[in-house]
Antibody, heavy 119, light 108 residues
Framework: EVQLLESGGGLVKPGGCLRL?????????????MNWVRQAPGKGLEWVSS????????YYADSVKGRFTISRDNAQNSLYLQMNSLRAEDTAVYYC????????????WGQGALVTVSS | EIVLTQSPANLSLSPGERATLSCRAS??????LAWYQQKPGQAPRLLIY???SGATGTPARFSGSGSGTDFTLTISSLEPEDSAVYYC??????????FGGGTKLEIK
């Protein structure tokens, strides 16, 4: 069974940083491209970043470019999101998700990690 | 950036009725559109990919159609468990991947 488990969320002050992790199990992680998608409280879904299986391709939403860094460790079956210079508008539940095969739709999702940016 | 506009924002229907949800793209995206279902407190679930193909486990009452800029998710006969927010997402021109604002479906 595919499982994705996010961790590392929490409360951080504006300008602070946080690193989210996503532990993958139940599938061959190294073969899958991955997404981070976020959802602000009571709001819709927003794509944040994507990374290819071998880290050769990386994309970001303009809203996080230059502040967030996606990475992965295939030996550890883990996906990461380093978030710097956090702003109040980054407050959201952050989900990691697998691509749907070769297509950049989000197929299997984690349960989400809540990041709250507030003073 | 491709903007996706979903309508209606809210929909209230009875069990057994047919639901029709719309997603309109700001420019043509061929058939590169997906639909997701999200229930309160849960992660979204992929229902339909590339406009009309059902993802694994999607019940037969869910179907998708459309191409270019206009897309539809149809639920042929509503069940109480279909109460959720439904989102569309495009991959026709990315990055960025973009989502619609969602349609909240209530089953009376």
């Amino acid at each position: 069974e595919v499982q994705l488990l996010e961790s590392g969320g929490g409360l951080v002050k504006p300008g602070g940083c946080l690193r989210l992790s996503c532990a993958a199990s139940g599938f061959t992680f190294s073969r899958y491209n991955m997404n981070w998608v976020r959802q602000a409280p009571g709001k819709g879904l927003e794509w944040v970043s994507s990374i290819s299986s071998g880290s050769g391709y990386i994309y970001y939403a303009d809203s996080v470019k230059g502040r967030f860094t996606i990475s992965r460790d295939n030996a550890q079956n883990s996906l990461y999101l380093q978030m710097n210079s956090l702003r109040a508008e980054d407050t959201a539940v952050y989900y990691c998700a697998t691509w749907f095969g070769e297509l950049p739709y989000s197929d299997h999702w984690g349960q989400g990690a809540l990041v709250t940016v507030s003073s | 950036e491709i903007v996706l506009t979903q309508s209606p924002a809210n929909l209230s229907l009875s069990p057994g009725e047919r639901a029709t949800l719309s997603c309109r793209a700001s420019q043509s995206i061929s058939t590169y559109l997906a639909w997701y279902q999200q229930k309160p407190g849960q992660a979204p679930r992929l229902l339909i990919y590339d406009a009309s193909s059902g993802a694994t486990g999607t019940p037969a009452r869910f179907s998708g159609s459309g191409s270019g800029t206009d897309f539809t998710l149809t639920i042929s006969s509503l069940e109480p468990e279909d109460s959720a927010v439904y989102y569309c997402q495009q991959r026709g021109s990315w990055p960025p991947l973009t989502f619609g604002g969602g349609t909240k479906l209530e089953i009376k």
